[in-house]
């Protein structure tokens, strides 16, 4: 294979309460992990910190909060922020939207993941971890049927199995696998492009 | 040919269409949000395609309408992120007692949510009377909404909460009479609120304004539109007038930044400096 990598960006999906599987799989990958990362977690309502500012520590990666009309870059993971959804423009941008929530979730994994299909196409790897409602399972399928990557949590290892599993009901779902596999797939995945 | 390639062409020539025959130009507003929304419509409409719907908005007005209202309604809040409000209240209120008279524009008003806890803020500290706010939006439809001043109540317990947190000094109750399913908001707070229609692609400034409030608009524009409708602003304030944004949006990297002092970090109330 030459010429352009196959995958350009990862976006992740995860419930309230994913703060620790979030801490692993970003804990596990390295600093030039070279995918800009796109996560949407549901936060509860009235909820505080910034996932970006507790997730800090433990990742290699620069962690942050996606501000509208950024520009996406390699090495860095972005959060949608609290009430906002999160969505990538085809000029690799950022962009927010206070549009009504879908199915009860702003941010919402679909919405990001949708979009995602949209701008990157075949160059996108969406992953669907821990959560307790069936929001990402129509994203995951719009990015297989856009001819990108689509992996989903191990529902037996997830605290809360019904987001992996509503994705893994909606349709074909390339990779099921446990957390710590997903972050090796990922290092594979992303290996030669990465220096050393 | 992809379906999403298609939809792509599709979309740009119904754009191309709408500015032809309406003048409504939506070619710069941000794509990944517009799609969606255009999505969201269609789905409720009875054609397959957006080809097939083309037809229908370009020669009838009421489908037109109907396609500005799906993809342009903002959703809102009375006293929306409290925190903004505290601050109004605190660092532009002092600013706003030195005018003789207070002009302000809500650009991008929707249901009129803001527009309203504005004029209940301006109200409470005694500024609503010399005060005049001008409310535009886009979408006639919504305008009408504006301007009855009715929001379910279902709502209220929500804003009732917001506007504790926002600083306010009475019972929100006090500003609105409950009807059925609905809560009428006080006559009282509509007098000094003009609601008209106004598009920010296309239109001309309002003149001399103290405060412009265009919160959670400009996330939706592209970074030319976003720049050309801060030219506008820009031309609309008088110096030492203030310049409100949504939470998530800045001036970084737009034709006023470092022209426009941030007042108070985070919260995007900005200020235009006076001529050296």
């Keep these: 294979m030459s010429g352009r990598p196959r995958y350009q960006l990862v976006v992740i999906g995860v419930s309230a309460g994913g703060l620790k599987v979030l801490k692993s799989l970003l804990g596990a990958l390295p600093g030039d992990f070279p995918w800009p990362i796109l996560i949407v977690q549901h936060l509860r309502a009235g909820g505080d910190s910034s996932p970006a500012g507790v997730l800090r520590r433990y990742a290699a990666l620069r962690l942050k909060e996606a501000d509208a009309g950024e520009p996406v870059v390699p090495r860095t993971a972005y959060f949608a922020p609290a009430n906002y959804h999160l969505l990538l423009e085809r000029d690799l941008t950022l962009a927010l939207s206070v549009d009504p929530p879908v199915r009860y979730a702003r941010p919402s994994v679909d919405v990001l993941f949708e979009s995602a299909a949209d701008a990157v196409g075949a160059g996108v790897i969406g992953i669907v971890l821990t959560g307790a409602n069936d929001d990402g399972s129509a994203g995951l399928q719009a990015i297989r049927s856009a001819g990108g990557l689509v992996i989903a949590q191990d529902p037996d290892e997830a605290e809360v199995a019904q987001m992996p599993l509503a994705a893994i009901h909606a349709g074909p779902i390339d990779h099921i696998l446990p957390l710590a596999q997903i972050a090796s797939l990922l290092c594979d995945l992303a290996g030669p492009e990465m220096p050393s | ?276």
């Design chain 2, 1 to 276: 040919m992809t379906t999403d390639r298609l939809e792509e062409i599709e979309l740009r020539l119904l754009l191309d269409g709408i500015l032809a025959v309406y003048g409504y130009d939506f070619r710069d507003y941000a794509e990944a949000s517009l799609k969606r929304r255009v999505r969201h419509w269609l789905q409720a409409q009875p054609f397959t395609t957006l080809s097939l719907a083309q037809n229908a908005i370009l020669r009838d007005r009421a489908v037109f309408s109907s396609f500005v209202a799906g993809i342009t309604v903002n959703v809102s809040e009375m006293f929306r992120d409290p925190e903004f409000f505290v601050a109004l209240r605190k660092q532009v209120v002092p600013f706003l007692r030195t005018w003789p008279f207070i002009r302000i524009w809500v650009a991008g008003c929707s249901g009129g949510e803001e527009a309203y806890s504005l004029a209940i803020v301006l109200d409470e500290e005694g500024l609503l009377q010399r005060s005049r706010i001008y409310a535009t939006d886009i979408n006639e439809t919504i305008l009408d909404r504006a301007r009855d001043g009715i929001l379910p109540l279902a709502e209220m317990q929500k804003f009732t909460r917001n506007y504790q947190r926002a600083g306010g000094t009475r019972a929100f109750a006090d500003y609105y009479t409950a009807r059925y399913d609905r809560a009428l908001l006080a006559g009282r707070l509509k007098e000094n609120i003009l609601f008209t229609a106004h598009n920010l692609s296309v239109d001309a400034d309002f003149g001399e304004m103290q405060m412009i409030l265009c919160r959670n608009v400009l996330i939706y524009f592209n970074r030319d539109l976003k720049n050309r409708v801060l030219d506008l602003f820009d031309r609309a304030l008088t110096s030492g007038g203030f310049l409100c944004l949504g939470l998530k949006e800045s001036l970084d990297g737009s034709s006023l930044t470092g022209l426009y002092p941030e007042l108070s970090r985070g919260l995007r109330i900005y200020r235009k400096s006076y001529p050296d």
